[in-house]
């Protein structure tokens, strides 16, 4: 009889991977399906960050890199917080890991153990709750609400910290929201953090270049009185089209950054070296592509909002970043995650049901609209007849 950790029976995971799956399978059938559930770009990688990696490649760097990142790029990230923000990042603070992920999961494998409080965003990227709980730390979340524009408050959040806190997790702009937090709202809550010196903040940026109707992103790097306690995850996968690829960085305060080196020490080594040189020439390279890409989610950003208010029971918020519509469809009288299924299973359509994203997702399904707007389109319509046959469930 093998004896797994008991932390193993609360370990969760992504239900987008499943309905990803469910997807595939059902086109595998002949059925056609439009998804919009996978919160991925629908580009290509931009071909100048393609080559780079080819090149690295052909130019022999096929070894270990340092634990941290080869150097050029941690100038690199340095160099793009500074002209992003005006901020001073050391190169020395930088660690490249392999996706964004990874930094959620070091800061709460520092942090999480039974006694110990993270508070984390809900609704929120479903992977924080699962580390947490896996830590055997209590998870608390920290509700996001449509009628606050799905910004977080910075009085509910101070609100919850306890003795017990240890680590705050906060994100915008928002997945699954599309939520931007103003900054005045960002400013009472590094203020308010001032109360609770023993409280290290992660910031989860991902979308920080994904803000829409001239919102401004502020990052929480901007704020020097808590840069001692600050983690910052931000990476390639979105900005980049370059999920696959693996590539995030984190900026750890100094007396924490020894205990990440060494989580990569013990667990992936090092970031792929081709990788690492593509995510180089992303960084110093030509940034049209990012505007483009940016572009156009704008524009189909209008197309499903608009498309969504006009179904029967269903109102959705005006998203100011990341590519995600989070609407309202409480009146329709379904239940969300019954919808999402139903809308995947009848109508070809894949979403994620908001109660996957946590308790207050209730009411909501999640779209991306990183997908054709034909696709959306398409989409809206089956939405739409579908919602007209079953509008009394
Ligand atoms: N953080 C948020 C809020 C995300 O939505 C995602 C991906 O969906 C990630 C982090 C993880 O990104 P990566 O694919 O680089 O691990």
């Known amino acids: 009889m093998l004896h797994i950790i008991d932390a193993f029976s609360r370990i969760g995971e ?49 070894g270990y890199t340092p634990a ?5 790029l941690r100038e690199a990230v340095s160099a793009d917080l500074k002209k992003r923000f005006n901020v001073d990042v ?15 999961f070091m800061a709460i494998l520092m942090f999480g153990e039974p006694g110990a409080e993270i508070l984390y965003p809900d609704p929120g990227f479903p992977i924080y709750r699962s580390m ?7 998870a608390v979340p920290v509700p996001i609400r449509e009628e606050n524009g799905f910004a977080f408050s910075a009085d509910e959040t101070l609100a919850l910290i306890t003795p017990k806190t240890r680590l705050l997790i906060i994100n915008s702009p928002a997945n699954p929201t599309g939520g931007v937090t103003p900054k005045s ?36 790097l901007a704020y020097p009185e808590i840069r001692d306690r600050l983690i910052l995850l931000d990476g390639w996968s979105k900005t980049y089209a370059m999920t696959g690829w693996r590539m995030g960085y984190s900026v750890w305060p100094k007396p924490l950054y020894d205990a990440a080196r060494k989580l990569a020490v013990n667990s992936f080594s090092c970031v792929n070296a081709s990788a690492q040189y ?5 960084l110093t390279g030509p940034q049209d592509a990012v505007h483009a ?66 308790v207050y997702g209730e009411g909501f399904i999640r779209l991306s609209y990183a997908n054709s707007t034909e696709n959306i389109l398409r989409a809206l319509e089956r939405i739409e007849n579908f919602l007209n046959e079953h509008s009394q469930k």
């Open 14 to 62: 992504e239900n987008a991977f499943a309905v990803l799956a469910r997807a595939t399978e059902l086109q595998r059938q002949g059925r056609d399906i439009i998804n919009l559930g996978i919160g991925q770009p629908d580009f290509r990688t931009p071909e100048n960050i393609v080559e780079a990696a080819i090149k690295a490649l052909r130019d022999g760097h096929h």
């Open 68 to 72: 941290t990142g080869i150097l050029p």
């Open 90 to 104: 050391s190169p020395e603070l930088v660690m490249i890991v392999p996706g964004g992920k990874v930094t959620m």
């Open 132 to 138: 947490i709980e896996f830590t055997g730390a209590k």
């Open 185 to 220: 709202e960002i400013d009472k809550l590094v203020k308010g953090l001032e109360r609770f010196p023993d409280v290290a903040i992660m910031s989860d940026e991902i979308y920080a270049q994904m803000t829409y109707d001239g919102e401004i992103h502020q990052t929480l």
């Open 278 to 282: 593509a995510g180089l020439e992303a």
């Open 293 to 358: 890409m940016v572009a156009e989610f704008d524009r189909r950003r209008k197309v499903v909002v608009e498309g969504l208010n006009k179904l029967p029971g269903v109102s959705a918020a005006t998203p100011k970043g990341a590519f995600y519509a989070f609407p309202n469809i409480s009146k329709t009288g379904w239940r969300a995650k019954p919808l999402a299924s139903a809308l995947l299973e009848e109508a070809g359509v894949a979403t994620i049901g908001g109660p996957d994203f946590g």
